[in-house]
């Protein structure tokens, strides 16, 4: 005789366990760059807790990047470390102070632009990741941007960039794991204050890092996040997004609202949401120039061994002026992709390319 006896409605079936497993396990695949195999023992042994099972991961993998690719740095990360460093660390060896070819005078047009480079660097993947590091510093001699907002960092990238790019100030946003940073070019950007604005829901340790800054007496509100990966997070991301909109929105009128990261975003998500009038996708107000369209494209870039073609516009640029009568007004007047060449390595700076863009008062 069947049973009409119902399950404990406070218990989890075995088919929604196995189906929810799963699913933590292609998620911290998809993080980490490794396999079901080494997921599932790691959250296994966390009692499958992705935050703590990730932890876990990156610090052991910590050891090995020191040993192998910064071998060079001489260092190790502390156990504490402040979130702005104000001093750089002994015995630096700036990679990115003026060469001998960039110190010319700049024209008064290119003095008082404000210059911003947007960068997923992936710190998660560690394959040559010091000679990567380099890259990004000869970008930043190349290019010599006010302000470059960066995602996927990891302590011993950061580690590097405090001895090699003293010029800049670093401000993180965490210190586990993996996280996201901004730099600021201390001759030109004055530092104020920063925050960090968590997600409630977040599953992959995500955030929205927020810094006060003043550039040429003006007032700006610099923010870069990474917002949750994977086709499956759509309904985080866009709340993500959210929160990052309603930020740029309430800042004072006159404050500058520049936003920068990788957000995962496909273009049906946004419209979703929406973008307010107030905000604008600098990629969009400067024409959708085909050539800045794909920041993530398995076509050209090698870094990623997989079996499929995906070009994507994931890393995005957001816009909102001052309104304030008197106060100038920030407008876009050049975007380019950068990181295009692969380094003597074989392999590319990072699985995305960077996003340079370049804004004047209108």
């Given amino acids: 005789m069947a049973s009409n006896v119902a399950p404990e409605p406070d218990k989890p079936s075995v088919s929604n366990v196995e189906r929810s497993r799963r699913r933590l396990c292609d998620e911290f695949a998809a993080l980490t760059g490794s396999d079901s195999a080494v997921a599932q023992c790691y959250l296994a042994d966390h009692e499958w807790e992705m935050q703590r099972a990730l932890n876990s991961f990156f610090d052991a993998d910590l050891e090995k990047v020191f040993e192998e690719d910064f071998a060079d740095c001489g260092t190790s990360p502390p156990k504490k470390r402040q979130k702005v460093e104000e001093k750089p660390p002994a015995d630096c060896v700036d990679l990115t102070a003026d060469s001998p070819a960039s110190t010319r005078k700049p024209s008064d047009e290119d003095d008082s632009k404000l210059s911003v480079i947007s960068w997923n660097v992936d710190g998660l993947d560690t394959d040559n990741l010091g000679e990567r590091a380099r890259g990004l510093c000869s970008f930043l001699v190349l290019y ?8 996927e960092l990891i302590p011993p990238y950061v580690q590097y960039l405090k001895k090699r790019a003293v ?19 201390k001759t030109r950007v004055r530092f104020l204050e920063s925050e960090i604005v968590s997600y409630p829901t977040t599953q992959m340790m995500r955030n929205l890092l927020v810094a006060q800054v003043t550039f040429k007496g003006q007032k700006l509100c610099l923010m870069t996040s990474h917002l949750e990966s994977c086709k499956g997070q759509a309904e985080e991301r866009m709340k993500q997004l959210r929160v990052v909109i309603q ?5 004072p009128d006159d404050v500058t609202v520049l936003f920068g990261g990788d957000t995962n975003l496909r273009d049906t998500e946004v419209a979703k949401v929406g973008l307010p009038p107030s905000v604008c996708d600098v990629w969009e107000r400067l024409g959708k120039q085909e050539h800045c369209r794909y920041t993530w494209d ?3 870039n090698s870094n990623k061994k997989v079996p499929y073609i995906s070009r994507c516009r994931f890393d995005r640029v957001y816009l909102r002026p001052a309104a304030k009568d008197g106060v100038p007004r920030l407008a876009p007047d050049h975007m380019a992709l950068v990181g295009l060449d692969k380094l003597d390595c074989g392999r590319f700076t990072s699985d995305h390319w960077g996003i340079y863009c370049s804004f004047s008062s209108a």
Avoid: C, H, N, W
């Avoid at 010029?167 to 070019?185: A, R």
């Fill in 144 to 151: 010599t941007p006010d302000v470059v907002l960066l995602q």
């Fill in 167 to 185: 010029s800049y100030l670093i401000i993180e946003g965490g210190e586990d794991g993996y996280f996201t940073g901004i730099m600021l070019k």
């Fill in 247 to 251: 930020r740029m929105r309430e800042a």
């Fill in 298 to 300: 398995t076509k050209a």
